[in-house]
């Protein structure tokens, strides 16, 4: 338990979902603190590398979800993402990633409503330079509203386009992964989830 929710740690020694990857169920890649924040930790190790992810259920309701997360953004290495994300299946998603997908972006965060189209007209890139980050997302009936505040930068973007997800056993994830599995030269990356809050609308 962390800030009122139950998570479940997702484990598989098989690559599968993000990247795909296999991921870890270990004490060492997910704990909470004597403060109740929530750790988590990839890592890559000579045993193979694991990639980490919790996700807790969501109420059946438009709502606003809030989280304060804390990472090295600037300094993600190349190999890793971190994403936030409010799923479903692959066609009712949509997500706060931050990283360089491999170093092909100067941008290292966006904004997305899956499946991404060729026009790019349900995703938003964004530069972020902080430690912290705190983020709202606002899930109505007629939009989709997303807002990152970084230090005293403010980012947000708003979707109105069609097949919005609509609430039906929607979970929200917080996942930390690589690039095709491939850890490269990463050790290890941790994020800490301060605080999170979801309130029907």
């Not at 962390?2 to 890649?29: I, K, M, Y």
């Not at 190999?79 to 290292?108: L, M």
């Not at 929200?172 to 999170?196: C, I, M, Q, Y």
């Amino acid at each position: 338990n962390a800030h009122g929710r139950r998570w479940q740690l997702r484990a598989s020694d098989e690559p599968v979902g993000s990247g795909p990857n296999r991921w870890g169920d270990g004490s060492e890649q997910a704990w909470v603190d004597e403060r109740g924040a929530l750790h988590l930790r990839s890592s890559n190790t000579p045993e193979g590398a694991r990639a980490v992810e919790v996700s807790t259920s969501l109420p059946e309701c438009y709502q606003r979800i809030r989280f304060v997360l804390d990472a090295a953004f600037l300094r993600l290495p190349e190999e890793v993402i971190v994403g936030t994300f409010v799923y479903r299946d692959d066609s009712s998603e949509f997500d706060v990633e931050f990283g360089t997908w491999g170093g092909i972006y100067t941008d290292n965060a966006q904004f997305v409503v899956a499946p991404v189209d060729v026009e790019r007209t349900r995703i938003h890139r964004f530069g972020l330079d902080a430690s912290s980050i705190t983020a709202e997302l606002t899930w109505a009936e007629d939009s989709i509203e997303f807002e990152v505040l970084a230090a005293d930068a403010r980012t947000s973007w708003s979707y109105r386009g069609p097949d919005r997800p609509k609430p039906a056993a929607h979970r929200f994830h917080l996942n930390v992964w690589f690039l095709g599995g491939n850890p490269g030269v990463s050790k290890a990356t941790e994020v800490v989830l301060r605080d999170f809050s979801v309130h029907c609308i």
